[in-house]
Protein backbone atom coordinates (compact mmCIF):
# COMPACT_ATOMS: atom_id res chain seq x y z
CA UNK A 1 0.00 0.00 0.00
CA UNK A 2 2.75 2.46 0.46
CA UNK A 3 4.22 2.31 -2.99
CA UNK A 4 0.68 3.04 -4.22
CA UNK A 5 0.34 5.87 -2.36
CA UNK A 6 4.01 7.28 -3.37
CA UNK A 7 3.23 6.44 -6.71
CA UNK A 8 0.57 8.91 -6.65
CA UNK A 9 2.01 11.23 -4.78
CA UNK A 10 4.73 10.83 -7.38
CA UNK A 11 2.30 11.60 -10.34
CA UNK A 12 0.71 14.32 -8.80
CA UNK A 13 3.66 16.20 -8.05
CA UNK A 14 6.52 15.51 -10.36
CA UNK A 15 4.20 15.56 -13.69
CA UNK A 16 1.37 18.35 -12.51
CA UNK A 17 3.69 20.33 -10.72
CA UNK A 18 6.78 20.21 -12.80
CA UNK A 19 6.79 23.43 -14.17
CA UNK A 20 6.59 24.94 -11.03
CA UNK A 21 10.12 26.19 -9.49
CA UNK A 22 11.05 26.87 -6.16
CA UNK A 23 14.06 29.29 -5.94
CA UNK A 24 14.74 28.36 -2.03
CA UNK A 25 14.25 24.99 -0.02
CA UNK A 26 10.64 25.06 1.81
CA UNK A 27 10.42 26.70 5.04
CA UNK A 28 9.67 23.16 6.26
CA UNK A 29 11.83 21.39 4.77
CA UNK A 30 15.33 20.35 6.35
CA UNK A 31 18.28 19.50 3.27
CA UNK A 32 21.92 18.01 4.42
CA UNK A 33 24.41 16.98 1.65
CA UNK A 34 26.93 14.15 2.08
CA UNK A 35 29.53 12.84 -0.31
CA UNK A 36 28.66 9.40 -0.78
CA UNK A 37 31.57 7.98 -2.90
CA UNK A 38 34.37 9.23 -5.74
CA UNK A 39 34.81 7.60 -8.75
CA UNK A 40 37.08 8.77 -11.83
CA UNK A 41 37.51 12.14 -10.93
CA UNK A 42 34.05 12.80 -9.94
CA UNK A 43 33.08 13.80 -6.05
CA UNK A 44 29.38 12.02 -5.92
CA UNK A 45 27.30 13.61 -3.43
CA UNK A 46 23.15 12.94 -2.20
CA UNK A 47 21.38 15.79 -0.62
CA UNK A 48 19.13 14.44 1.93
CA UNK A 49 15.93 15.67 2.56
CA UNK A 50 13.27 15.40 5.70
CA UNK A 51 10.21 17.04 6.92
CA UNK A 52 12.14 19.55 9.92
CA UNK A 53 11.30 17.71 13.33
CA UNK A 54 12.04 14.28 12.01
CA UNK A 55 15.48 14.34 12.41
CA UNK A 56 15.49 11.40 15.32
CA UNK A 57 12.30 9.26 13.58
CA UNK A 58 13.59 6.21 11.47
CA UNK A 59 12.34 6.59 8.25
CA UNK A 60 11.42 5.16 4.77
CA UNK A 61 14.14 6.65 2.29
CA UNK A 62 13.39 7.43 -1.60
CA UNK A 63 16.49 7.43 -3.94
CA UNK A 64 16.03 9.68 -6.48
CA UNK A 65 17.81 9.65 -9.77
CA UNK A 66 17.54 13.15 -11.91
CA UNK A 67 16.97 12.95 -15.62
CA UNK A 68 18.96 14.67 -18.61
CA UNK A 69 19.62 11.58 -21.23
CA UNK A 70 22.67 10.37 -19.45
CA UNK A 71 24.51 13.72 -20.59
CA UNK A 72 23.04 16.80 -18.42
CA UNK A 73 20.92 17.71 -15.36
CA UNK A 74 21.81 17.89 -11.67
CA UNK A 75 20.28 16.34 -8.21
CA UNK A 76 19.28 19.70 -6.70
CA UNK A 77 17.27 21.18 -9.61
CA UNK A 78 14.32 22.99 -8.44
CA UNK A 79 11.55 21.49 -10.33
CA UNK A 80 12.04 18.80 -8.36
CA UNK A 81 11.48 20.61 -5.18
CA UNK A 82 7.62 19.77 -5.01
CA UNK A 83 7.90 16.15 -5.29
CA UNK A 84 10.83 15.82 -2.43
CA UNK A 85 8.25 17.99 -0.18
CA UNK A 86 5.64 15.73 -0.96
CA UNK A 87 7.65 12.58 0.07
CA UNK A 88 8.40 14.57 3.54
CA UNK A 89 5.22 15.36 4.70
CA UNK A 90 4.71 11.78 4.32
CA UNK A 91 7.43 11.17 6.42
CA UNK A 92 9.58 9.64 3.76
CA UNK A 93 13.15 10.96 3.38
CA UNK A 94 14.61 11.38 0.23
CA UNK A 95 17.96 11.21 -1.24
CA UNK A 96 18.67 12.77 -4.55
CA UNK A 97 21.78 11.94 -5.97
CA UNK A 98 25.01 12.30 -8.13
CA UNK A 99 26.10 10.24 -10.98
CA UNK A 100 28.43 9.95 -13.66
CA UNK A 101 27.08 11.71 -16.73
CA UNK A 102 28.96 8.77 -19.27
CA UNK A 103 27.24 10.05 -22.56
CA UNK A 104 28.45 13.69 -22.42
CA UNK A 105 30.38 14.02 -25.60
CA UNK A 106 29.45 10.96 -26.39
CA UNK A 107 27.46 9.46 -29.58
CA UNK A 108 25.06 6.25 -29.86
CA UNK A 109 23.43 5.36 -32.93
CA UNK A 110 21.09 1.97 -33.87
CA UNK A 111 24.71 0.00 -34.77
CA UNK A 112 26.74 1.25 -31.82
CA UNK A 113 25.29 1.42 -28.79
CA UNK A 114 28.68 0.56 -26.52
CA UNK A 115 28.80 3.96 -24.81
CA UNK A 116 24.79 4.08 -24.09
CA UNK A 117 25.79 0.41 -22.37
CA UNK A 118 28.49 2.06 -20.50
CA UNK A 119 26.62 5.02 -19.23
CA UNK A 120 24.03 3.00 -17.83
CA UNK A 121 26.07 0.34 -16.15
CA UNK A 122 28.10 3.75 -14.44
CA UNK A 123 24.88 5.46 -13.30
CA UNK A 124 23.75 1.98 -11.98
CA UNK A 125 26.99 1.33 -10.24
CA UNK A 126 26.81 4.59 -8.73
CA UNK A 127 22.93 4.19 -7.45
CA UNK A 128 24.16 0.50 -5.90
CA UNK A 129 27.37 3.18 -4.34
CA UNK A 130 24.78 5.45 -3.17
CA UNK A 131 22.21 2.61 -1.63
CA UNK A 132 25.13 1.09 0.25
CA UNK A 133 25.87 4.64 1.74
CA UNK A 134 22.35 4.89 3.02
CA UNK A 135 22.64 1.20 4.35
CA UNK A 136 26.04 1.47 6.17
CA UNK A 137 25.06 4.98 7.67
CA UNK A 138 21.96 4.32 8.32
CA UNK A 139 21.77 5.12 12.10
CA UNK A 140 23.39 8.28 11.36
CA UNK A 141 20.81 9.43 8.41
CA UNK A 142 17.98 7.81 10.33
CA UNK A 143 16.58 5.63 7.78
CA UNK A 144 15.32 2.22 7.57
CA UNK A 145 17.33 -0.02 5.53
CA UNK A 146 13.94 -2.08 5.23
CA UNK A 147 12.30 -0.05 3.45
CA UNK A 148 14.56 1.61 0.63
CA UNK A 149 12.95 2.61 -2.39
CA UNK A 150 14.02 4.20 -5.88
CA UNK A 151 12.36 6.62 -8.72
CA UNK A 152 13.98 8.93 -11.19
CA UNK A 153 13.39 10.76 -14.63
CA UNK A 154 13.86 9.74 -17.76
CA UNK A 155 17.86 8.83 -17.85
CA UNK A 156 17.17 8.40 -14.17
CA UNK A 157 14.21 5.87 -15.04
CA UNK A 158 16.31 3.75 -16.68
CA UNK A 159 18.87 3.45 -13.99
CA UNK A 160 16.38 2.68 -11.34
CA UNK A 161 14.77 -0.09 -13.80
CA UNK A 162 18.34 -1.28 -14.71
CA UNK A 163 19.38 -1.14 -10.85
CA UNK A 164 16.31 -3.26 -9.84
CA UNK A 165 17.28 -5.84 -12.93
CA UNK A 166 20.39 -6.30 -12.30
CA UNK A 167 19.52 -7.08 -8.60
CA UNK A 168 17.05 -9.25 -9.16
CA UNK A 169 19.34 -11.57 -10.92
CA UNK A 170 22.33 -10.84 -9.11
CA UNK A 171 24.97 -9.61 -11.86
CA UNK A 172 27.95 -7.96 -11.86
CA UNK A 173 27.80 -4.30 -9.60
CA UNK A 174 24.95 -5.60 -7.75
CA UNK A 175 27.47 -7.73 -5.29
CA UNK A 176 28.51 -4.57 -3.63
CA UNK A 177 24.91 -4.40 -2.19
CA UNK A 178 24.10 -6.79 0.91
CA UNK A 179 23.16 -10.55 0.12
CA UNK A 180 19.39 -10.48 0.54
CA UNK A 181 18.88 -6.66 -0.10
CA UNK A 182 15.88 -5.80 -1.95
CA UNK A 183 14.57 -2.75 -3.13
CA UNK A 184 11.06 -2.12 -1.26
CA UNK A 185 9.49 -0.51 -4.49
CA UNK A 186 10.77 1.49 -7.76
CA UNK A 187 8.71 4.21 -10.12
CA UNK A 188 9.83 4.87 -13.16
CA UNK A 189 9.09 8.37 -14.94
CA UNK A 190 9.28 7.68 -18.53
CA UNK A 191 12.06 4.50 -18.51
CA UNK A 192 12.99 1.23 -19.66
CA UNK A 193 15.05 -1.29 -19.25
CA UNK A 194 18.20 -1.37 -21.74
CA UNK A 195 17.83 -4.86 -23.17
CA UNK A 196 19.63 -6.49 -25.94
CA UNK A 197 17.94 -9.89 -25.68
CA UNK A 198 14.35 -9.16 -25.93
CA UNK A 199 11.78 -9.28 -22.77
CA UNK A 200 14.41 -9.67 -19.30
CA UNK A 201 13.93 -12.41 -17.77
CA UNK A 202 14.04 -12.05 -13.81
CA UNK A 203 15.91 -14.70 -11.65
CA UNK A 204 13.90 -13.41 -8.94
CA UNK A 205 10.37 -11.45 -8.48
CA UNK A 206 11.42 -7.57 -8.97
CA UNK A 207 10.63 -5.05 -6.40
CA UNK A 208 6.80 -3.69 -7.07
CA UNK A 209 7.34 -1.02 -9.89
CA UNK A 210 5.10 2.09 -11.46
CA UNK A 211 5.56 2.74 -14.53
CA UNK A 212 4.59 6.64 -15.12
CA UNK A 213 4.52 8.46 -19.14
CA UNK A 214 2.92 10.78 -20.81
CA UNK A 215 2.51 12.10 -24.22
CA UNK A 216 1.63 15.03 -25.53
CA UNK A 217 -1.89 16.05 -26.92
Avoid at 65 to 85: E, I, N, S
Avoid at 145 to 169: E, F, H, K, P, R
Wanted: proline fraction near 4%.
Amino acid sequence: MMIRKIAFTAFSFLFILQGILADTIPAGLLKQTYEFARKDTSRLLMDVYRKKGSEKESQPVMLFVFGGAFKTGTRDAAYYLPYFTALSEQGITVASIDYRLGLVDKKVTLFNTTAADDAINMAVEDLFSATRYLIDHAAELAIDTACIMMSGSSAGAITVLQADYYLSNRMPRSEMLPAGFRYKGVLSFAGGIFSHKGTPDYQTMPAPTFFFSWKQR
